[in-house]
Each structure stands twice: as structure tokens, then as C-alpha cells.
């Protein structure tokens, strides 16, 4: 089995066409995805547990009754059922998650101006939102710790999970990472039926105030319609890695690095740049020698084949530019002098610094977030954190002083605009 995986090179006439080519997603799929999506939403919201009940059944080969099976209400058998071992990995993982997560936390602020005045932010967090944890390939006990675990350290009211349970099973691992992370309520549907519940709220699925949380097209398709009923973290594309090399690591160490987003799903992202040319080749050899080892090998070459990329760079700050032109969501920048390239990186959901830090270690236990912007997002937005789950009001108290004062230039302005009830509203209070 050999992948094929295009190469390009800077210097060549074609580049530009093949490098926007890799920065290109499927816009029809998602046309056509958005129709489906649009009826079960609608469905959902219309015909609540009745409707979710049917596409749960259907989608999920399952045969359930009543809306009440759905939830799992007591989730300790399951920390129990897995190894050993890998409950104390999943606590591990989390401690450090949270460790992570709590520097992030925001407090509220006031301060008070000469005449009285008083401003400030009243930080406060969301009452109730729903965790989206993918469970269709690939079981992702990491995701219930990288989404439940911020929620918690902000202060929600109540954290609601939903995971899709294919004939009735969920991996135990994920209900144990549940009861780790602190999720306080645990539905098994998935799907843009689970993300329609979420939002509008059935009788069985309490509705929340925000839904975060990677899933499929068709999940990240439902997010983009209930937002505005509800708040969303972001628009998951599939998951991506760039690895900006200089040809100094171990081959083989960057093709499994590239091996482990394609193994995802299809139409993940891998792409090397190197301004060596021969360690190109040699990533292409260790590619080849080390597919057939790959459980997920067919997920991964179709992968590599569809949107994977060994590219050939001029130098490191060339490299550097075109990191931010794709905005990557995982960035390894594995070359002997990570902290001089780093400053001129300005768009990544993610940096991996150096030759040992490898990506997978941010996926599972480093600490920082895993849930990362795709897709290009990376240029505006940033990963999920505690400042998702927190709202800032805006505190304003005036003086006698202060109103007549702010009262005259407020008038000002709003006799500006035409707005007469606004320039009055405030020069009554200039007595």
C-alpha cells in the first residue's frame, strides 16, 4: 500500500493552482448537507421527543420507546468498567486540563472615576450548555474532557452531554470520562437531532444556552442553523495538521505526526513544508514503509491522496507565510530552533514547539484545548476555553456630578443623530 500524496514546490510555475487547491473545501457537500439538516431541525423543533426518537432509531439502528431511555443517569459503573490503567490516564489527562483552564479564568472588575463615576465588567457564567462529543468512527474520551472540563471550571449551571450511541453502545470510556470531567447530564442521541434538542429543548432534553463540541458535517451543519437560539463555539471542517520542518527530525517520526490527523477521518488535512528536498522523499519513504502498519490505513491514504501535500519551501520564513496563509489548526513547527520561528506565526489554532512535541500530545493530556478553529478559522478566532462559558455585562453607576456632566455630551451627540427622547433621557439628570 503506497499513498499517493501530491508534492509541490514553491519555486515551480504551478504552485499558486496546487496550494489553493489544498485550501479549498467541499462548499457543494455542504449545500447539500444543509437541505437534510434543515428538515430534521425543523422536526425536532416542531415535534420534540417524538421526532428525535425517530431519527435516533433510524440513524442510530436503534429501537427505543420511550425519550427517557435515553438518558444515562448513573455513570460510576462505567469509570469502573474500563482498565486501571486507563482510568488513572483519564484523570491524569483532566487534572492537567483543568490545571490548565483555571489561569484562564476571568473575575469580574470596577473602578472609580474622580467624580463618582463607577465602570466595570460583571463576569458571570452561562447557566446550562450542551457538550456535542462525536461518536460515529472512533471513540473520543478526550473530547468529553477538552469540552466538560472548561464549562465546569467557569462555573456552569449545568453541563448537558449528548453522544451518539450506534445500536445502543457507547464506548464505556467515554461515559467514564463523563463522570470525570463533571458533565452533569448524559443523553445517548447524536446527529443534527441531538443539536435541534439541544437548542430548542424536548421534553426529555432540557434546552441549553450555548453548544460546543466537534462533530460531522451534519453536526457542524445544525450548529450554523440554531445559532441565534443558542450560542455555538465554532464550525468544525476536519481536522488538520501543518508541520513546518527543516529536515533535521527523524522521517519517520513527521509521517506518523501526518498519520495522526489523516487517520480521522478522509478528509482530514496533512501537509509537510521543508526546504530540503531529499528529506521530502525520505518523509515520502517513511509514508510508504509505515502505512501498512496503520489499523486505520485506508482512512489515512485517501486522506494523504485528497488533501495531504509535501511541499517544498524556499527557506523556514517562506514556510512561516504560508503557515499563515492556511492558518492551520495544528501547527509543529519541528526544526532546532523553534522560539525564533515562532514569532512570525500569526495564525494557528495551535503551536507544537520543537522536535519532541509532538501533536498528539495537545489531542489527549498536555493541557491546552484541543477543541481548535479549521478551516482557515484560525485567523479570527481562537480554542475553546473558559472564556467561552463566561458572559461580561458592562457596569455603569453615575454620580449627581458625573450625570450632569456625561449628560451634556451624551445630549450633544444625540441631537447629532436626530435621537430628541435620547439628548432629553439625559439632560433631566443635569440638575
Known amino acids: 500500500m503506497i499513498a499517493v500524496i501530491t508534492r509541490l514546490d514553491t519555486s515551480e510555475p504551478g504552485f499558486e493552482a496546487g496550494f489553493e487547491r489544498l485550501r479549498t473545501g467541499d462548499e457543494d457537500a455542504l449545500a447539500d448537507v444543509g437541505t437534510v439538516v434543515r428538515d430534521i431541525v425543523s422536526a425536532v423543533r416542531k415535534r420534540g421527543d417524538a421526532a428525535l426518537l425517530e431519527y435516533t432509531n433510524t440513524f442510530d439502528r436503534r429501537t427505543v420507546q420511550n425519550a427517557a431511555e435515553l438518558e444515562i443517569r448513573d455513570l460510576a459503573p462505567y469509570a469502573q468498567a474500563i482498565a486501571p490503567g486507563l482510568r488513572e490516564a483519564l484523570a491524569d489527562a483532566a487534572a492537567r486540563v483543568r490545571a490548565y483552564h483555571e489561569k484562564q479564568k476571568q473575575d469580574s472588575w470596577q473602578y472609580t472615576e474622580a467624580d463618582g463615576t463607577v465602570l466595570g465588567q460583571q463576569v458571570t457564567p452561562l447557566d446550562r450548555v450542551g457538550v456535542y462529543v462525536p461518536g460515529g468512527k472512533a471513540a473520543y474520551p478526550s473530547s468529553v474532557l477538552m469540552n466538560v472540563i472548561p464549562a465546569k471550571v467557569a462555573g456552569v449551571g449545568e453541563v448537558v452531554m449528548v453522544v451518539p450511541a450506534p445500536e445502543g453502545h457507547v464506548e464505556p470510556v467515554v461515559l467514564a470520562a463523563a463522570r470525570i470531567a ?180 495537545g489531542d489527549y493530556c498536555a493541557g491546552p484545548n484541543h477543541v481548535l478553529p479549521t478551516a482557515g478559522t484560525a485567523r479570527f478566532s481562537s480554542p475553546l476555553g473558559v472564556y467561552d462559558f463566561q458572559k461580561r455585562s458592562s457596569i455603569i453607576e453615575c454620580s449627581a456630578e458625573a450625570a450632569a456632566r456625561l449628560g451634556r455630551v451624551a445630549s450633544a451627540l444625540a441631537r447629532g443623530e436626530g435621537l430628541v427622547a435620547h439628548a432629553r433621557s439625559a439632560e433631566y439628570r443635569d440638575t
Not at 212 to 238: E, R, S, W
Not at 260 to 273: V, Y
Not at 295 to 313: D, H, M, N, T, Y
Open 182 to 361: 463533571g458533565a452533569d447530564r448524559v443523553f445517548t442521541i447524536g446527529g443534527a437531532q441531538a443539536v435541534a434538542a439541544l437548542a430548542w429543548g424536548t421534553a426529555t432534553v432540557p434546552a441549553v444556552d450555548k453548544i460546543v463540541g466537534p462533530g460531522n458535517l451534519y453536526v457542524a451543519t445544525a450548529k450554523a442553523q440554531v445559532f441565534g437560539k443558542v450560542g455555538i463555539d465554532m464550525i468544525a471542517g476536519p481536522s488538520e495538521i501543518l508541520i513546518i520542518c527543516d529536515g533535521g527530525t527523524d522521517p519517520d517520526w513527521i509521517a506518523m505526526d501526518l498519520f495522526s490527523q489523516a487517520e480521522h477521518d478522509e478528509q482530514a488535512q496533512s501537509i509537510l513544508l521543508c526546504p530540503d528536498a531529499a528529506y521530502l522523499d525520505a518523509v515520502a519513504a517513511s509514508i510508504a514503509k509505515l502505512l501498512p502498519q496503520m489499523p486505520r490505513a485506508a482512512i489515512i491514504e485517501k486522506a494523504l491522496a485528497g488533501r495531504g501535500a509535501l511541499v517544498k519551501v524556499r527557506d523556514l520564513t517562506e514556510a512561516a507565510a504560508l503557515a499563515n496563509r492556511i492558518a492551520p489548526e495544528h501547527l509543529e513547527l519541528s526544526v532546532g530552533a523553534p522560539r525564533e520561528l515562532l514569532p512570525l506565526i500569526r495564525h494557528a489554532g495551535a503551536i507544537f514547539l520543537g522536535r519532541y512535541t509532538a501533536e498528539a500530545l
